[in-house]
């Protein structure tokens, strides 16, 4: 079965300030690998998609991820933290039929003034 | 575009009653599915369903039942309400299989069983 874990379940950084949120997953497999965010009584939103063209991946609000198969890792960053930034950031890998997301446990970032 | 629609937005059950959480979509998508999310655990999968007529079980599926007679609708049972089935719910859907595939979430129904 597949899992992630993300370190840290708090994540608490200045404005303008680096952003970094980690993601391990376990795939026997390629993964196809997601970065999802969550802003308060909200879904989840799609930030970043794995899609195996390239390692590192750009998603919107200047938010990217680099995959690493040796680590298996998919950490998410940011160079500079905003204010409109503190949600909860979810981590997930698709299973190999596509039939589930499992998802890590999230993080919550809270980005002080 | 409405996209992912879940109602209601907040239920209180008692312990052993039943009820429906609705979930309807407008993109014409295959793929649903329902999840839960408790603290500390992300979101984990109920049930899915990757065509009109055809549903699976996830990763927790006791306790809940799932149709879908249309492609738009994925309503989720609770058949006899527990305490421990206290969570935020998340209808999602998407094109076709997750595999390299945006999911779409509704806003969730935040459920209270007493």
């Known amino acids: 079965a597949q899992s992630v874990t993300q370190l840290g379940s708090h994540v608490s950084v200045s404005e303008g300030a680096l952003v970094l949120l980690r993601c391990n997953y376990s795939s026997s497999v390629p993964p196809y690998l997601f970065w999802y965010v969550q802003y308060p009584n909200q879904g989840l939103q799609l930030l970043l998609k794995y899609t195996s063209a390239a390692t590192l991946v750009k998603g919107i609000n200047g938010f990217e991820a680099e995959f690493k198969k040796s680590e298996t890792s998919f950490h998410l960053t940011k160079p500079s933290a905003h204010m409109s930034d503190a949600a909860e950031y979810f981590c997930a890998v698709s299973d190999n039929a596509g039939n589930m997301l499992t998802f890590g446990g999230g993080t919550r970032l809270m980005v002080k003034p | 575009n409405a996209g992912v629609t879940q109602t209601p937005k907040f239920q209180v059950l008692k312990t052993g009653q039943s009820m429906t959480l609705q979930c309807a979509q407008d993109m014409n998508h295959e793929y649903m599915s329902w999840y839960r999310q408790d603290p500390g655990m992300g979101l984990r999968l109920i049930h899915y369903s990757v065509g009109a007529g055809i549903t699976d079980q996830g990763e927790v599926p006791n306790g809940y039942n799932v149709s879908r007679s249309t492609t738009e609708d994925f309503p989720l049972r609770l058949l006899s309400a527990a305490p421990s089935q206290t969570s935020v719910y998340f209808c999602?859907?998407?094109?076709?299989?997750?595999?390299?595939?945006?999911?779409?979430f509704g806003q969730g129904t935040r459920l209270t069983v007493v």
């Open positions: 999602a859907s998407s094109y076709n299989r997750l595999l390299n595939t945006e999911a779409f």
